[in-house]
């Protein structure tokens, strides 16, 4: 079964508005990490953040960590049309969720 | 480019056979991994190595085998194959097990007829 399970599992938004995805886990974590997928391609590593921080900046992204509540949740301001993608957690590297489907229209 | 390379890009097969995916990691990288991602699906964890060891096991079937060779190149056999193998294999590699991003290839695209 999957470790990381993401919300919502799909997501559309004008580009300029910000975009939330969550991320849900069900035990104990050393890290979690996000990645983005463009359709077929292989995942590109976006952050990690370790069980001891609570938040993690990278450029326009912001990520939050709630161990208390097993739940991550990554935030991307200001979206552009090429930030279109799917987004998926994953916990302690090999765990990974079913992956939100962000859609940033023009 | 993420520096792993995965061979073929394509592979379509008959029902019944046995196909060999191949995946070499990216220089300096001692930890390789598999996946399967069905349609529209998440990824799914099948294996790990490290320096040419097991280190994990995830959702792999008996049909399925791996192995990481002295030079860390990883193949990832696939045998009796059924339409629902259908998938996209990916490999990753990272420095070492745990607390590090994973890098990963283009995928083999399976297609079981």
């Known amino acids: 079964s999957q470790q990381g399970e993401e919300d919502p599992q799909a997501l559309s938004i004008q580009e300029g508005e910000n975009a939330t995805m969550n991320c849900s886990y069900k035990?104990?974590?050393?890290?979690l990490q996000w990645y983005r997928q463009n359709s077929g391609r292989g995942l590109v590593h976006l952050i990690l953040?370790?069980?001891?921080?609570r938040e993690k900046h990278s450029g326009r992204l912001r990520v939050t960590l709630d161990t208390s509540k097993k739940s991550s949740s990554l935030l991307i301001t200001a979206s552009r049309a090429a930030d279109t993608a799917s987004y998926f957690c994953?916990?302690?590297?090999?765990?990974f969720g079913a992956g939100t489907r962000l859609t940033v229209k023009p | 480019d993420s520096g792993v390379t995965q061979t073929p890009k394509h592979l379509i097969t008959a029902t019944g056979q046995r196909v060999t995916l191949r995946c070499s990691p990216r220089?300096?990288?001692?930890?390789v991994y598999w996946y399967q991602q069905s349609l529209d699906q998440g990824l799914q964890f099948l294996i790990q190595?490290?320096?040419?060891?097991?280190?994990a096991k995830g959702n792999i079937l008996e049909r399925f085998s791996a192995q990481q060779f002295p030079d860390l190149h990883s193949e990832l056999n696939l045998s009796s194959l059924e339409l629902g193998d259908s998938a996209l294999y990916f490999c990753a590699s990272s420095v070492v097990p745990g607390a590090y991003e994973q890098y990963f290839g283009p995928g083999t695209r399976l297609t079981v007829t």
């Open positions: 220089s300096g990288d001692l930890s």
């Open positions: 953040i370790r069980s001891n921080e």
């Open positions: 190595y490290y320096n040419g060891e097991e280190r």
């Open positions: 994953a916990t302690d590297s090999k765990r």
């Open positions: 035990t104990s974590i050393n890290n």
